[in-house]
């Protein structure tokens, strides 16, 4: 299977796709991994040329709502490779690529994907909503139709319990805006090592959660367990940056 086909059906990006791309993905690099053993590859180029080919189609409103995520994800590649190629030829101009190390260029490339990407991590795996449904004895619900009550049982039971409440109360004051309406979801503030701790937290809940039969049994366990509590600072300098 081709790298185009890989990431959108055939059909939807046929017509943004160059000969040449069409071309060089029918033909991937046999290569050596560091281990020893035989893999197969493309130049570094043909991922910008498929983001390319991605970006062309949504702009001319080629996609399907269900594939504009692939486009947007494209984007933030697309626009690291441009920060990253102008920091190489900056270096190249002053000759500064003779001192940095070897993979410091790809150690850039991936902080820029990782910054960009960061939203797009799925933090409430679908199995803790699948399990909230259960207890509260719902038809399983999406993203877009659950109740606001499970807003709240997030708070209290996922993110109040994180060092006593002090970790919600700092999101709280990032988060909301001064029309009290909120920026962002919760976890997108939160640096790696915070998400990390969220999601063991989440893993915490949802293991209960598997334990109980209804929501009622679920709270009275909770009440006869003493609170963990994990890492104080989860979240980074955004603060600083809103300000």
């Not at 490339?109 to 990782?114: K, M, Q």
């Not at 919760?186 to 937290?201: A, D, K, N, P, Y």
Request: aromatic share 10%; proline share 3%.
């Amino acid at each position: 299977m081709t790298a185009s086909r890989i990431l959108l059906p055939k059909k939807t990006l046929s017509p943004y796709v160059s000969k040449e791309l069409r071309d060089v993905t029918k033909e991937p690099l046999l290569f050596r991994t560091d281990k020893g053993a035989l893999a197969y590859g493309y130049d570094a180029t043909v991922l910008a040329d498929i983001c390319e080919a991605i970006l062309s189609a949504r702009s001319n409103d080629a996609l399907s709502k269900q594939q504009k995520h692939i486009a947007e994800k494209a984007e933030i590649l697309v626009r690291a490779f441009a920060r990253v190629g102008i920091v190489a030829l900056v270096d190249e101009a002053t000759g500064f690529q003779t001192d940095r190390g070897h993979d410091a260029l790809r150690l850039l490339l991936e902080r820029y994907i990782a910054d960009g990407l960061q939203k797009w991590i799925h933090t409430f795996p679908d199995s803790f909503f699948a399990e909230l449904d259960r207890l509260y004895d719902n038809a399983p619900t999406s993203a877009r139709s659950r109740p606001q009550y499970y807003s709240r049982f997030i708070n209290k039971y996922v993110y109040d319990p994180i060092e006593h409440g002090y970790v919600k109360a700092e999101l709280d004051k990032l988060n909301i805006t001064d029309e009290g309406k909120r920026r962002a979801r919760f976890h997108q503030w939160l640096t790696s090592e915070g998400r990390t701790i969220l999601t063991r937290q989440i893993g915490k809940v949802e293991g209960m959660m598997e334990m109980c039969s209804d929501i009622e049994q679920f709270k009275e366990m909770v009440k006869r367990r003493k609170a963990v509590t994990v890492a104080p600072y989860l979240f980074d300098e955004m603060k600083k940056i809103i300000e």
